[in-house]
């Protein structure tokens, strides 16, 4: 069983940054790709990145430019750097494993990949 940890959240004012670190535990993270994904009030969860096992990353369209993905494979810890915060990136925050490889890049950026889920955590960014 892979446990999956967030951390990180909390208030921030528009503009404002924020950074997310997700543990995880096993001794094949260096294997996975992990994601971050968020969840609003009332909406569907949405993807926002991405981290390949190699490193190669992907954005959705609505975070990229402010966001970076980075990975800590010695420290089992994937994070998440977000920048010039805007309201509506509040959201739960959550983190998850993907243990397959797909060829198609664009399959990270479904929810059905991910095995492993953390609990979320919460970001509120206020006006």
């Known amino acids: 069983q892979v446990q999956v940890v967030e951390s990180g959240g909390g208030l921030v004012q528009a503009g404002g940054s924020l950074k997310f670190s997700c543990a995880v535990s096993?001794?094949?993270?260096?294997?996975?790709?992990m994601g971050w994904f968020r969840q609003a009030p009332g909406k569907e969860r949405e993807f926002v990145a991405a981290?390949?096992?190699?490193?190669?990353?992907f954005y959705a369209g609505s975070v990229k430019g402010r966001s970076a993905i980075s990975r800590d494979n010695a420290q089992n810890t994937v994070y998440l750097q977000m920048n010039s915060l805007k309201p509506e990136d509040t959201a739960v925050y959550y983190c998850?494993?993907?243990?397959?490889?797909?060829?198609?890049?664009?399959?990270?950026?479904?929810?059905?990949?991910?095995?492993?889920w953390g609990q979320g955590t919460q970001v509120t960014v206020s006006s």
């Open positions: 096993g001794r094949s993270f260096s294997t996975y790709t």
């Open positions: 981290i390949s096992s190699g490193g190669t990353t």
């Open positions: 998850a494993a993907a243990l397959e490889k797909y060829s198609n890049p664009s399959a990270y950026y479904g929810r059905g990949v991910y095995n492993y």
